[in-house]
Every structure is written in C-alpha cells, then in structure tokens.
C-alpha cells in the first residue's frame, strides 16, 4: 500500500485558507504519487492550539471535511484519512480523525482518546470513547491520533482482533 503523508504549514483561526490549502496538497499527492492513500495532519483545519482554539472555527459535526474529501476521494480514486480536525459536535469539541474510501465512503470516525494534557488539550476537547477499525482495500486497518501512539494496551486492543 503507497501511503502519502501531507506536511502543511496550518494558519491558526483560518479554517477556509487551511481547507483549501489541504484539498490542494491533496490534489498534488494524487497526481504526482498515485498512492491508495493520503494522509493529512492532526488539526489541520485550525492548527494545533489548544488553549487558543475559537469553538466556532471548529468544523460542525465534520460536515465540511465529509463533504470536502469524500468527494476528493471520489474524484481522485485515492482513500483519503482527513488527519483529524477541531470538531464540534454533541455539545463538545473533539480532535476527530475522518476516513474516506475511494468511493467517497467515510468508513471510519475516530475521537482521540488520549489528550496530551502538557498542551492543554484535555481542557479544550472532549475525550473520545471508542475504535476505529476499517478496511481500505482489502487490507484490515484503525486509526489513531498522534500522543494516542504512547499507550500501548490501545494499539494492542486495535490489533488483537486481526488488523494487517
């Protein structure tokens, strides 16, 4: 599996410019790699600031980002992980990883778990409650968010079940 891993310089409070930045990185991955997927950052849509993020820049129940690149996803042929983005939904806001298949399907919805509380992230998001397991091309994978990579029994529970 070609995996493509978009770095961007985010601009703080401007979701519109961030969108638009991404859906071009997007787009440049796509064609000059052709991988099966592209992956963007964690809080792309408004930056990593934790203690500094407006509630009202998040993305609304993902609704942007699920318009967005599922249909990238399906113009492109590529399966897209939209990274996470500030989004506020059931009365929180939540750092929230989206999967898109080729055919524009969002397969999976994660909420990070573990919030990195050294940057005040525990006190900006609501904390998620469960996995995220999916199947991009035939092959069994799950997605995590960035400090969630330091524990262990979380991966481990992610892969017991027969992730590839």
Known sequence: MR????????LPGEPDA????????VRRAAK???PDVILLPETWNTG?????????????????????????ARELNVNILA?????????????TALVFSRKGE??????KT???SP?????AFEKGGSLACFTLDGVRCAVIVCYDLRFPELIRTLALPGLD
């Open 119 to 123: 940057m005040g992230e525990d006190a």
């Open 48 to 72: 990593f600031a934790p203690g500094k993020l407006d509630a009202f820049l998040a993305d609304e129940d993902g609704a942007r980002t699920k318009e967005t690149f599922s249909a990238l």
């Open 114 to 116: 573990h919030l990195f």
């Open 106 to 111: 969002l397969l999976a919805e994660y909420d």
């Open 32 to 34: 000059a790699h052709n």
């Open 18 to 25: 961030n969108f638009a930045h991404a859906a071009e990185l």
């Open 83 to 95: 990274g996470s983005v500030a989004n506020r939904k059931n009365g929180g806001l939540y750092n």
């Open 3 to 10: 995996i493509c891993c978009a770095q961007m310089d985010m």
